[in-house]
């Protein structure tokens, strides 16, 4: 970590992350504008979510870096190379054993416990962006909690498919209040962001945002009362593990129309086998 | 010569106090300690109020004090170690170090923030007599399980004030609690409720302010 501060970022910088932390954990669900810095690597890598974990990690933090759920991909192997390097943190792939988790488009099967911290990637962290493309009318309409429309687009699958066909980035209602992108989750997570045991924090760097759901908070997925939010649901178990219970990938196996679904969680996948054996 | 004391290792005291004082906020009324650093010499505040000053203030933040709280050599530590510039306007404040007697009609006009942007408000650092888990008043909302019950000494006019914030939600008062090295935190989306027993206890002046 020669020539560098610790975890990166310099220390003002930080500390206008905190600041912005603190209200968007006062305010559970509400963007809070912050001044993202420039990170040594491209938008879209997670550098709202390295940000973020930069300014709250400590030197005894333990922490996990996971992509889609996975430890061992390209982008949770980098920024978990990239904090070792300049934050000298033990890391880790056990869910348990990890104080912050940062990742990109999963929450952990494990379930968290207190005292942890789990840190999201945020591409768009704007539920009403694809209905609203301004921002100021998007500033607005969560002034006055006008969010009729993200029913309509919910109404609009119905209506086209039959069922609501939203599957990742399924919005949410944090606290009864705030509209809110729990960023590309696959909606089986959305459950798992109701009454959780920990801290969660969102960073979108482009877009230069940070919020929070903080522990014990209500979180519902919009649904209509006859089409209730459902999560996905697969025949068969992890042709790994033989879980029933968690978030399965297909993986293509051949060119003759081979396939198998295994966990997209590699840790909890891992423990199960560990069980089993 | 004024005695200036700090953090020992800034970059990890602070990250750490700043963890706490996370914590604090994600979960309203629950309690923490930060023993270090020691104070500015004769200032009215504990090692709790002083640490946040240290993690949470800098070039870019405006601080009101109020009158009696600039006590001996609080604002020569503050300048010299954060460098974060005073306010006489409390609508213009990022942070106001403040005692429940502050709040007391007529009180300060702090920053509530818009509702199209709550988030530029002003947080209030408490000088509190007590703070311990109790019955006087009755949390819930976000972070709380059920309900949560804190003691504060005599906080009348300062509660008074918290409980407004939720007819206002989104906009509002947050607030970091502090007494000597204990530090608790009431964001403005804490429901609070006064425990009614505790109120006629409070009429009577056990406590000194």
Partial sequence: ?277 | MMRWPAFSDPVHDGQRHFRRVLAAMAEPGTLHVAAAPAVPEDAAIGPALWATLLSLCDLDTRLWIAPGLEAGGLTGALSFHTGCRLTAAPEDADFALVTPGTLAEPAPLFAEGSDAYPDRSTTLLVVLEALAEGDAWRLAGHGIPDTRGLDLGEAGPLMTRLAANRARFPRGLDAILTCGERLAAMPRSTRIEANVADIRQEECPCTSQ
């Fill in chain 1, 1 to 277: 970590m020669n020539g560098y501060n610790f975890a990166y970022l310099d220390e003002q910088t930080k500390r206008m992350i905190r600041r912005g932390l603190l209200k968007a954990v006062a305010i559970p669900g509400y963007q809070v504008p912050f001044g993202g810095r420039e990170m040594p690597m491209p938008y879209g890598w997670g550098t709202g979510g390295m940000q973020l974990t930069a300014s709250i990690l400590g030197e005894d933090d333990v922490l996990k870096v996971i992509d889609q759920g996975a430890d061992d991909t390209t982008n949770a192997v980098s920024i978990r190379a990239f904090f070792e390097r300049v934050a000298g943190v033990e890391t880790t792939t056990d869910t348990a054993a990890a104080d912050v988790i940062q990742t990109r488009h999963r929450i952990p099967e494990t379930p968290l416990s207190a005292g942890q911290v789990l840190v999201f990637q945020v591409p768009i962290p704007e539920p009403l962006r694809f209905i609203e493309p301004s921002e100021e009318e998007t500033r607005v309409m969560h002034a006055l909690e006008e969010y009729g429309v993200m029913h309509v687009k919910l109404y609009e699958d119905i209506a086209r498919h039959g069922h609501i066909a939203t599957t990742y980035a399924y919005p949410v209602k944090v606290d009864g209040r705030y509209v809110t992108d729990p960023s590309p989750i696959p909606k089986f997570d959305n459950p798992k962001l109701h009454m959780s045991d920990a801290l969660m924090l969102f960073g979108a760097g482009r877009e230069k945002r940070l919020y929070a759901i903080p522990p014990h908070t209500r979180v519902e997925s919009l649904d209509f009362e006859d089409h209730p939010f459902e999560i996905q649901a697969w025949d068969a178990p992890c042709a790994m593990c033989g879980a029933r219970d968690s978030f399965l990938d297909e993986v293509i196996t051949d060119d003759a129309g081979g396939r198998m679904f295994v966990c997209s969680d590699t840790d909890y996948c891992q423990k199960c086998r560990e069980e089993v054996a």
